[in-house]
Structures are given as C-alpha cells and as structure tokens.
RNA sequence: GGAGAGAUGGCAGAGUGGUCGAAUGCGCGUGCUUGGAAAGCACGUGUAGGCGCAAGCCUACCGGGGGUUCGAAUCCCUCUCUCUCCGCCA
C-alpha cells in the first residue's frame, strides 16, 4: 500500500507509477474517496467532542434533576446523529481503503521502460550457454526420467503436478536443499522453519488476499492457507511491530514446500519440472533500514547469483522493466538459469525490494533512534533458490554421453557421489 | 476432545457505568546532586488519524468484532489467543 499522504500531496507521482507498470487505475476517483472520508471524518470527530464534553458536565451534575434529564434528551439526539454519520464514514473509509489497495507501488528511478517481458533488461550473462552438453535433453526426455520423478503417480495419488522424487532425484533434492541453506548460512542470513500455513491476516498482509486467493490452496474446515512460498510466513513474523534500529538489517533464509494451484497456466511452459503445483524453495528475507535497500537489493541478488555459480550453472540476470514490475515490487531482478535440453531459459529467483509497501501493509516499523519515532522498513525478498528448475537444469546440461549425470564439485558433499544415474 | 481461569501502556499490576488515555511500582530518558557512580530528588516517557504556516487543537485505541446506554476498560453477545487440570497422541 503506498503512503496516503503521499497520494494526497503528489498526484502525479502515482500517476506517473501507474503509467510507468502500465496499469490502469481511475486515479480521481480514489483522490475524491479521500477527500469525501476527510469531510465525513471532521463531522464525527466534532459529534463525538460533542459528547466527551457533555459527559463532563453531566458526571458533575445531580441525577435526576431536570437539567439532567434535558441534557439526556438533547445527547439521545447528538447520539442519532453520530451514529447516522458513522455508519457513513465507515463506509467510505472501506471504499477508500479498497481503493487504495489498486495502486500499484512507484517504480525505482533504474527501473527501465517497457511494457512486456521482452523488453526486459538483460542485466549480466555468466557461463557459455554453446558449448554446455551436447547431449543435452528435456529432461523429462531423459531415458529412465520416471524412475526419478515420476508424475503419473503423483497424479493418481494427488492430481497434476504433484510429482513423486524418487532415488536419486529426491536425493538430489534434497542436496540442493541443503547446500542452498548452508551457503545462505554462511552469508547472513539466520535459518527459520517457519509455519507452511498461514491465516487470512497473514496472507492479507504480503498482498496474495485478497487478488490472488485463486492461487492458493485453502483448508477446510479452519480456513488456513498453504504457503504459495516462506515469503508469507517469514514477512509477517514481525507484523505489527517496532523493531530497533540496531536490529537492522535483518536477514533470514527459510526453507518451506510451496504450493501453488497456477490457476490458468498452460503450454509448453508447464512440461516436467518447470511448473508444479508443489516444489520446494529457499527464501531469502531482509528488513532493512529505508536508506540501505538498494544496496541490500544488489547484496540480495549477488547472494543468490554465487549459489548458480558455485553449481557451474550458466544463467542471466534481468532486470525487470516497468510493465513487467509486481504489482508491489519498486525494482526486481530475475535470475534465469539455463536449460540446455529445452533450450529456454528458466526464472530460478526473482529478488526484489519493496521498499516500505508490504511493510506499510504489514505495519512493520523500527524505531528511529534520531527521532525516537518509529517509521516504515523496507523490505526485500529473492529465492535462494527455487529447486525442481535448478534440479532439471542439472539433469539437462550436465548430461554424459553414458546417460548419467555429472554433479557440481559443490555439491558432491551433499549428494554422496559425483554421478547421478537414472536407474 | 472435556472442564475451568484469564487477556489493561515496554513490563508488572490497580481499576465493575461518567471527572479514566487510564492509579501505583519497575524500566527508560533528561536534569539536579557526586571526584565518579549508586541511592535520592524533580520533570518527562504509547500508537495512529484529522485540522493548522506554526504553536497547537481535536479524535480514536484497555485482545478482535458486535450490542445495551445520553455515556463502556467497566454490562451483554460472539470470536481469537494464553494458562491450569483431564483425556488422546508423533
């Protein structure tokens, strides 16, 4: 959400964001709803004074008493009133409130122009995307692939895009899982097992309700939500609260299953492991003093960049243009590892700073120690990393002529052997 | 799952219809005192919103929501959470 007195004294600074993600968003409309809510507000606000101080006079006075009993029938009347304009007040108060939720947050300055994804910034390319494995495949291609990841039963067992791992696959897995914590370790960030559900208020809060409630899957009987990813239960760990400056930075990385249902997704892009309903990620977390975050940005992306680097994997980074920009996102870099079977690029992190929306949204502050006021984090986020497209990109483009494997030096400690093999 | 108790400011803890944004203590801050510190003394110490050039003024907030009333921290309903006991269980 953006600062409402932001709104109210530089129009066409949201004006000019909303162009910018080339959104459309009747932006008078909402400009009226606020200075109806300020009108109505001054009316209630001098009903009730109204009342405090006839209180104060009457606490004073005999009960009972004729001036009492006229005071009592003058103040039934304020009260009608009061009660009348309230109702009015709230109303508006919820439609602007609403309303407010459709502005989209103000690009950075860096953001380049553009409108869809081809005009995104190719920011840094690393590793030679020619020469990698000439026997590359899909690697759902991949003779033996089923015996690894095998997706028809996870489809009788569950549905579509459930896939079971299996042998070396859940291995692999699971190394990834654990070399990314380490490294993620190693650089600052505090490991957190957080919850893998979360309440309405939670995901309210970092913005997946109340647009995106199709995305997730929701329980039944006690309405909870499962995490489309630790973003959700890691942001609202410090929800409605003052941090001390000193504490900040803050950086956390979490490790949670993610699930989405990717209601409407289709094509090509949904093959093998690109797009499941079920996979697992770690995410990387900063809240961070509002003049840091861009520094934290690039710190962020370096981060989760040297996890593809220490895999040998070639990848690119991107840097988001306006129209391709979140909803919520003032700049976004996507990291896009290669996939040498499909020949495609495919997004394995998506880092990206906030600033202060989600944490207005949020209500997560930290206390000024000039001032001694509390004031708005910024907050950050990136995956490090999202696992089944960096595990497929092993498969592909570490692919030998004999059919097998080769793991990453890096990763051999954690995967016991330095050949995966689809038997 | 059953029974009971509770939720008040940074913390502890008063307050059962009006003068309560809320006693008191602790903590914290500033000053006095001191060679310095402790103690002591004095003053101060929440968050949010609106109005105003400003000084400042006004309003809201006693777990959340709703109700009764001229008026609610206080009475009623409801939800959530916490604690204790019993049961069940990885």
């Not at 004294?9 to 004006?15: H, K, L």
């Not at 957080?194 to 995901?203: D, E, K, L, R, T």
């Not at 892009?269 to 861009?294: C, I």
Request: proline share 6%; hydrophobic share 40%; with cysteine.
């Amino acid at each position: 959400m953006l600062d409402p007195k932001l709104l109210r004294e530089s129009p066409d600074t949201v004006r000019a964001a909303i162009a910018r993600k080339h959104l459309e968003v009747d932006l008078d409309a909402v400009l009226a709803l606020d200075t109806a809510w300020r009108a109505l507000l001054a009316e209630v606000e001098g009903l009730r004074a109204k009342q405090k101080s006839a209180n104060t006079e009457m606490a004073a006075m005999k009960k009972g008493t004729p001036e009492f009993i006229a005071k009592v029938q003058e103040m039934k009347a304020v009260s009608l009133e009061l009660k009348a304009r309230d109702e009015g007040l709230k109303h508006t108060e919820e439609k602007l409130h609403a309303a407010m939720l459709t502005l989209p947050n103000i690009p950075h300055t860096t953001v380049p122009e553009g409108r869809t994804p081809e005009e995104n910034q190719v920011y840094a390319t690393h590793g030679a995307i020619e020469s990698t494995s000439p026997h590359a495949q899909a690697h759902w291609e991949i003779p033996g692939f089923v015996n690894l990841i095998d997706f028809a039963r996870g489809a009788k067992v569950t549905g579509a895009g459930f896939p079971f791992l299996i042998g070396d696959g859940a291995k692999l897995s699971r190394a990834l899982l654990q070399f990314f914590l380490d490294e993620d370790v190693k650089a600052g960030y505090t490991e957190v097992s957080p919850p893998i559900f979360v309440n309405a208020a939670s995901a309210t809060a970092t913005g997946q309700l109340p647009d995106k409630e199709g995305q997730m899957y929701e329980t039944t009987p006690d309405h909870l939500y499962a995490v489309p990813t630790a973003e959700v239960p890691l942001t609202n760990f410090f929800r409605d609260e003052i941090l001390d400056e000193d504490q900040l930075p803050v950086c956390r990385c979490a490790y949670t299953p993610c699930f989405r249902r990717e209601a409407g997704s289709y094509g090509k892009d949904v093959r093998g492991l690109n797009r499941v309903h079920q996979f697992d990620k770690v995410e990387l977390l900063k809240w961070v003093h509002p003049s840091a975050s861009y520094d934290e940005l690039e710190k962020l992306r370096a981060d989760a960049e040297r996890l593809l680097q220490k895999l040998e994997l070639p990848y690119r980074v991107l840097l988001m243009c306006g129209g391709d920009l979140g909803f919520s996102q003032s700049k976004k870099y996507d990291l896009e590892v290669w996939a040498a079977g499909q020949k495609r690029w495919l997004e394995v992190s998506s880092c990206s700073n906030f600033e202060s929306f989600q944490a207005r949204r949020a209500q997560i502050r930290f206390r000024a120690r000039a001032t001694g006021k509390p004031e708005l984090v910024h907050t950050l986020n990136g995956s490090g990393l999202a696992v089944p497209r960096v595990l497929a990109a092993l498969l592909e483009n570490n692919l030998q002529a004999d059919g097998r494997v080769k793991i990453p030096a890096a990763l051999v400690p954690y995967f016991g052997k330095e050949y995966l093999s689809f038997k």
